[in-house]
């Protein structure tokens, strides 16, 4: 048994500790917002944050996360949050949309410690969300934009 706080809320996990954290919420959780992209930490479909830190949930097992604050994007609730979703909205940011909420992940935790990014600093902390439909420019100027937006 492994117990985290997800979402705010503590629960004990009751699985292996050799699972990864992405089926213990999308299998065991029923919690799908989390997607599975390729199952080895490069597509950033599965990102959630970990103790506030973006990572990749397919790889991450749960015999590391004893104890740790899990966020997912049902639970992301920060006012970065809050902005990025609502300039991925007005920009019509997604296109199939199977990426965004890896995306949406780790855009909030960029603002979140760095709240005027610049181009390449937005480049740097999206590395390794891909995105299939390829509209990182539009994820760009929404990051941009969910910026302005915490400004106001």
Partial sequence: MTRITLNGTE????????M?????????????????????????ACTVHIDGVPARACQTFIRDIAGAEITTIE???????????????????PQCGYCQSGQIMSASALLSSTPKPTDDEIDIAMDGNLCRCATYARIRKAIHRASEILEA
């Fill in 11 to 18: 629960v004990d996990l009751d699985v292996s500790p050799d």
């Fill in 75 to 93: 639970g992301v609730e920060t006012p970065e949050a809050r902005a990025i979703q609502a300039a991925w909205v007005e920009l019509q940011v």
């Fill in 20 to 44: 990864p954290l992405l089926w213990a919420l999308r299998d065991g959780l029923g919690m799908t917002g989390t997607k599975f992209g390729c199952g080895v930490a490069s597509c950033g």
